[in-house]
């Protein structure tokens, strides 16, 4: 189970710093697997924070290329320099604002990889999508293009985030039935592209209102290997609570 914090732009360094502590102290004893994807420019000061402890390091977003003339972007040299061992892609918020594409998701995904970096891939669809019974196939597609070409030879080396559009920051999260339901075909994608051992072994995260009061449901499903969790993440006590739901579900 992992249960990981996307802080998205939230927190300068001073208060990542708090939150980072919090976080060792309160979540660190748990039986889960805890990470947090703080803003680039916190990561140094909560590699800081988190040295010594459980609580694993992550990056939002990566860029494609090794180095070069690319003004404000960051490399996976950089991140994996800082101590990142996670990084966050096709995240719906830079799809919809940042021009983030299948094609830039598959490059970063190989770069990212190439670093040592384990890419936690969102995929999801849109209210409209669902509506138009077009989820299934949207992800699908989403996971094809991502990971085309893509060998996989450790299931560790990456996670996939399923976070519908219309659950993320919206208070209203998928049920565990619809949770569960996608993450079974994710399940089985990852089974006939690398083999039903990897497959099986790969953590599926649900993202889009995990909150603690609805954690243990979703986390209690049997696809269901974890959270990738927003603004729940923002509170020391929240975000643990989250996490020991999950550690209760793994007991
Ligand atoms: P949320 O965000 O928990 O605030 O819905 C989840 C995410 O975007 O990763």
């Known amino acids: ?53 459980d609580v694993a390091l992550g990056a939002q977003d990566v860029h494609a290329e090794d180095e070069g003339a690319y003004t404000g972007e960051v490399s996976a040299a950089m991140l994996q320099d800082v101590g990142c061992h ?10 919809q604002y940042y021009g983030e594409t299948d094609a830039s998701v598959n490059a970063k995904l190989g770069q990212a990889r190439r670093h040592g970096l384990v890419p936690i891939l969102c995929v999801g669809e849109t209210l409209e999508q669902r509506q138009a019974r077009q989820a299934e196939a949207v992800v699908r597609d989403q996971m094809a293009a991502a990971l085309d070409a893509h060998e996989l030879d450790d299931a560790d080396g990456l996670v996939i985030a399923y976070e519908p559009v219309w659950a993320i920051g919206t208070g209203e999260s998928a049920t565990p039935e619809q949770a569960q339901e996608m993450h079974a075909m994710i399940r089985q994608e990852l089974q006939s592209r690398y083999g039903r051992a990897l497959g099986d072994g790969v953590h599926l995260l649900y993202g889009g209102s ?42």
Not at 32 to 50: F, G, Q, S
Not at 216 to 234: F, K, M, W, Y
């Open 210 to 251: 995990m909150k603690p009061h609805n954690a243990a449901e979703l986390l209690g499903q049997p696809d269901i290997n974890g959270g990738l969790i927003g603004s729940a993440s923002l509170e020391a006590e929240s975000f643990a609570a989250i996490a020991a739901a999950g550690a209760e579900v793994v007991r």
């Open 86 to 95: 996670y990084v966050i892609l096709g995240h719906s918020e830079r799809r």
């Open 1 to 53: 189970m992992l249960i990981a914090g996307n802080w998205k732009m939230h927190t300068t360094p001073t208060e990542a710093a708090r939150l980072a502590r919090g976080v060792a102290e309160a979540a660190a004893t748990s039986a889960v697997r805890v990470a947090v994807c703080p803003p680039y420019v916190c990561l140094e000061t909560v590699a800081r924070v988190l040295q010594g402890s």
